[in-house]
Nanobody, 126 residues
């Protein structure tokens, strides 16, 4: 089981930007797809974005497409989520997740991710 630690959350005004990071303990990080999910109060957890193990393929929820960018640095065992033009409806706890299988091709579903971080709070004020 890999350990995932998110950082970078906080409070920002609408229209602002935040950058989230997720550091993984797994030495084979570069062979696993990674994803970001979020859960707002009273709502189900939802998919935000994912990236293939190579970084060559990325996927986004329609609600964040064009505003969020996922990337990874396999040398640093880290995946990032750059969030621009934030909206109050982006307010949620953001979770980093690692795919359960090595070398998996996308697109991916939430059920594919077996390891989760503890989450980081993102709050966007209007």
């Amino acid at each position: 089981q890999v350990q995932l630690v998110e950082s970078g959350g906080g409070l920002v005004q609408a229209g602002g930007s935040l950058s989230l990071s997720c550091a993984a303990s797994r030495r084979t990080f570069s062979s696993y797809a990674m994803g970001w999910f979020r859960q707002a109060p009273g709502k189900e957890r939802e998919f935000v974005s994912s990236i293939s193990w190579s970084g060559g393929s990325t996927y986004y929820a329609d609600s964040v497409k064009g505003r969020f960018t996922i990337s990874r640095d396999n040398a640093k065992n880290t995946v990032y989520l750059q969030m621009n033009t934030l909206k109050p409806e982006d307010t949620a706890v953001y979770y980093c997740a690692a795919h359960s299988l090595r070398w998996a091709w996308g697109p991916y579903s939430a059920a594919d991710f077996g390891s989760w971080g503890q989450g980081t709070q993102v709050t966007v004020s209007s």
